[in-house]
Nanobody, 114 residues
Framework: QVQLVESGGGLVQPGGSLRLSCAAS???????VGWYRQAPGKQREVVAT???????SYGDSVKGRFTISRDNTGITVYLQMNSLKPEDTATYFC?????????WGQGTQVTVSS
């Protein structure tokens, strides 16, 4: 079974950048993929999604600052985060919608603070 593992989180100052990676244990080339985040006491919200054909969409709060991409091997999905704000602090999860169901990673913490 395919598993997803996120990495790249950490502590960054406001205005800084981070790139999150989501590595799959198998190919997810034909899957719709996405990044979501959840802050303490809040519901999980969509950050960015990419269809199997490459179409992207973003949450209103991150448009123009975050970019989702995937490598040509179909194994790794990225989230480039620029101009980070304190309100971007959350645990970030990647997901992949496969024919057998939706997979989730374990999450990676992003903290934006001075």
């Amino acid at each position: 079974q395919v598993q997803l593992v996120e990495s790249g989180g950490g502590l960054v100052q406001p205005g800084g950048s981070l790139r999150l990676s989501c590595a799959a244990s198998g190919s997810i080339r034909i899957a719709n993929v996405g990044w979501y985040r959840q802050a303490p006491g809040k519901q999980r919200e969509v950050v960015a999604t990419m269809s199997r054909w490459g179409a992207t969409s973003y949450g209103d709060s991150v448009k123009g600052r975050f970019t989702i991409s995937r490598d040509n091997t179909g194994i790794t999905v990225y989230l480039q985060m620029n101009s980070l704000k304190p309100e971007d602090t959350a645990t970030y999860f990647c997901s992949a919608a496969l024919a057998t169901g939706t997979l989730w990673g374990q999450g990676t913490q992003v903290t934006v603070s001075s």
